[in-house]
């Protein structure tokens, strides 16, 4: 049907679409995507233009998947780490549920700074923050933490006598084993059964608090003294046991649940590619508002454009990832709110 002859009932100029629109609404206790049914069909658009978007943050610091410290306890300086040597300090997701009368736990929470980071990883390290039962890489007191707010970072020892410690790095094939085995860290249910820790491949909580070295490349620092490209931190040399053998850091605290919000959209078809090969990328959305505000993005009309699109529009779906490729999952309580201008003609340059 030409356009000249279509009702413009079915070429409207503007779309908005509401999470708490989508008839699905309520099949599930979260939400990262959602869908609108269009009460008529778009017909002979060209393409789209993300206007704007309001999406709340509603996030702690962390995200869930990245809640296990990792760290090697050494006989010596010299020992190459091996699997049996692998430790960990870990805090429990945030919506965890404990059968009664277990305390053995510490969640994660709302973090103000990272002293407080600090504070609720050395009451997981300490005793009572944990049970080997459920984290078999546990030691209780194993270690400390310290901050420093001078110079704004976090650095740890350890405290078992005349043992050498050193950082254990996120793409440690050692690590990753221990992730993927549903034996090593658990939760202890609050119906008494386990489930393994939520994980991410590559995103352990020693990131978060300032060692990024990934445990496969030579440290910085070492001077061609590092043992194995397994010890994760500056100078590649475990440190002994005390606050004399503080592990050094590499990085700085982040406490930033994710720098992005990666917006996803099935009407954008192949136009929009995003990180790790994912198709129907409508835009990037820098997160720049601190935990529990607001997120505002106002695009521009001029470029950013998505086509080609379907020649008939029914309904819209949007997805929301976060930096690390993870669904971006909010409350049924939060809205998210996106607002698009359709063009019925193709740019000049096309």
């Known amino acids: 049907m030409p356009l000249s002859t279509m009702n413009t009932v079915n070429t409207p100029d503007r779309l908005s679409l509401d999470a708490f629109a989508d008839p699905e609404r309520g099949s599930a206790a ?5 869908n609108n049914t269009l009460g008529v069909a778009i017909l002979g658009a060209k393409q789209l233009h993300l206007l ?6 509603v996030q702690l610091n962390i995200p869930d998947y990245q809640l296990v410290f990792y760290y090697y306890e050494l006989p010596d300086a010299t020992t190459v780490p091996t699997a049996t040597h692998l430790k960990a300090v870990r805090l429990y997701p945030d919506d965890y549920v404990p059968p009664a009368g277990f305390t053995a736990y510490k969640k994660n929470i709302y973090f103000t700074d990272p002293a407080a980071l600090v504070a609720q990883l050395n009451a997981a390290a300490s005793a009572g923050g944990d049970n080997v039962t459920y984290n078999t890489l546990w030691v209780s007191g194993g270690v400390t933490f310290t901050y420093d707010s001078t110079r704004k970072h976090i650095q740890w020892y350890g405290n078992t006598a005349s043992k050498y410690y050193a950082n254990a790095g996120f793409l440690d094939p050692i690590v990753q084993a221990s992730q993927r085995d549903p034996t090593k860290i658990t939760t202890y249910n609050f119906d008494t059964s386990t489930s393994i820790q939520p994980f991410v491949l590559g995103c352990t909580l020693n990131q978060r608090i ?5 445990g496969t490349c030579v440290p910085p620092l070492s ?4 043992v194995s490209n397994k010890i994760a931190n500056l100078t590649g040399v475990a440190k002994i046991t005390g606050s004399t053998g503080v592990v050094p850091h590499d990085s700085y605290p982040n406490l930033v649940y994710t720098q992005n919000i990666y917006l996803y959209s099935n009407t954008v078809c192949n136009s929009g590619l995003g ?3 994912r198709k129907n990328l409508m835009a990037v959305i820098a997160v720049d508002v601190a935990q529990f505000g607001i997120i505002q993005f106002i695009g521009s009309y001029n470029g950013g454009e998505a086509h080609p699109i379907p020649d008939e529009i029914y309904g819209v779906g949007i997805e929301m ?11 049924l309580s939060a809205n998210v709110n996106v607002e698009i201008a359709i ?3 193709l740019p000049p340059y096309l």
């Open 30 to 34: 979260t939400y990262s995507s959602f």
């Open 321 to 331: 990832r976060d930096d690390n490729n993870q669904p971006f999952t909010l409350p």
């Open 275 to 277: 990180n790790y090969g």
């Open 52 to 57: 704007r978007a309001t999406i709340p943050n």
């Open 223 to 226: 001077f061609g003294a590092a």
């Open 343 to 345: 063009d019925y003609g």
């Open 210 to 214: 300032g060692y990024a070295l990934p």
